[in-house]
């Protein structure tokens, strides 16, 4: 890895601070940062991010299984607690997708706000807005509009696309969590509605997909979910 670190401190802030890195073999695969900062009389900070094919992990090991963050562009200003942020992203590996990912920020270290929120893929799109709350624990409230969804994607044999709005909000503390997300999905299918197993209930349902034990539904779907004794959520679904 190549690094190249440009920079001026003052007694009232950081007037420069320019950063890059490249993958030795490789330059095209970089990193670069461009930031500034103040704290003359209230704390002040700019920054911009972009990241192309670089393997970040290098920097912060985590294991992100088959996703990989193939690009990243954001820019930040943070003034007092006030933190905005915009950043544009595409990612490898969700769910065999390549995805488009949007996102405007904005609040403070207690709250958040993500609108808009985009996300874009070859098998459809869903665009919504999430309220996080991250102190004492971490809540979220979001609401999606999905477009165009190709369920196949997430169950093999399940022909047509999802259209619809899903409404999410959940809480995490420690290691316990509590997802519940409800709303209305339109499913035009050219022969049934669908759903899959591992751990969803439901009572209305006839035929399975052998190779892969998704269940269809000629009608409507109402189904509810469990997995341990933290985690559950309900959906309703009609074409």
């Given at each position: 890895?190549?690094l190249?670190?440009?920079?001026?401190?003052?007694?009232?802030?950081?007037p420069?601070?320019?950063?890059?890195?490249?993958?030795a073999?490789?330059p095209?695969?970089r990193?670069?940062?461009?930031?500034?900062?103040?704290?003359?009389?209230?704390l002040?900070?700019n920054a911009?991010l972009?990241?192309?094919?670089f393997?970040w992990?290098?920097?912060?090991?985590v294991?992100?299984g088959?996703?990989?963050?193939?690009q990243?562009?954001m820019a930040?200003?943070?003034?007092g607690?006030?933190?905005?942020?915009?950043l544009?992203?595409?990612?490898?590996?969700?769910?065999?997708?390549?995805?488009?990912?949007k996102?405007?920020?904005a609040?403070?270290?207690?709250?958040?706000r993500?609108?808009?929120?985009e996300?874009?893929?070859?098998a459809?799109?869903a665009n919504g807005?999430?309220?996080?709350?991250l102190?004492?624990?971490?809540?979220?409230?979001?609401?999606?509009q999905?477009?165009?969804?190709?369920p196949?994607v997430?169950?093999c044999?399940?022909?047509?696309d999802?259209?619809?709005?899903?409404?999410?909000?959940?809480?995490?503390r420690?290691?316990?969590?509590?997802?519940?997300?409800?709303?209305i999905?339109?499913?035009?299918?050219?022969?049934?509605?669908?759903?899959?197993p591992?751990?969803?209930r439901?009572?209305?349902?006839?035929?399975c997909?052998?190779?892969?034990?998704?269940?269809?539904a000629?009608?409507a779907?109402?189904?509810g979910?469990?997995?341990g004794?933290r985690?559950?959520?309900?959906?309703?679904?009609?074409?």
């Amino acid at each position: 890895m190549l690094l190249e670190v440009d920079g001026e401190v003052t007694t009232t802030g950081v007037p420069l601070l320019a950063v890059q890195m490249h993958v030795a073999d490789a330059p095209a695969r970089r990193l670069a940062l461009q930031a500034d900062a103040s704290w003359q009389q209230t704390l002040e900070a700019n920054a911009e991010l972009a990241l192309d094919a670089f393997p970040w992990q290098w920097l912060y090991p985590v294991d992100t299984g088959e996703v990989v963050l193939q690009q990243l562009a954001m820019a930040a200003h943070l003034r007092g607690e006030e933190l905005n942020a915009d950043l544009q992203a595409r990612l490898a590996g969700v769910a065999g997708q390549q995805v488009n990912l949007k996102a405007g920020v904005a609040g403070t270290q207690q709250q958040l706000r993500v609108t808009p929120l985009e996300i874009l893929t070859a098998a459809g799109q869903a665009n919504g807005e999430v309220d996080l709350t991250l102190e004492p624990a971490v809540r979220w409230d979001g609401r999606f509009q999905l477009q165009g969804i190709d369920p196949a994607v997430f169950c093999c044999g399940a022909a047509g696309d999802l259209n619809g709005q899903v409404n999410s909000r959940g809480q995490s503390r420690a290691s316990n969590c509590v997802w519940k997300p409800t709303g209305i999905l339109a499913a035009a299918c050219a022969s049934s509605h669908w759903r899959c197993p591992g751990g969803w209930r439901n009572r209305k349902t006839t035929g399975c997909c052998s190779n892969c034990g998704c269940v269809r539904a000629p009608t409507a779907l109402m189904a509810g979910a469990r997995w341990g004794e933290r985690v559950d959520g309900r959906f309703a679904a009609a074409g």
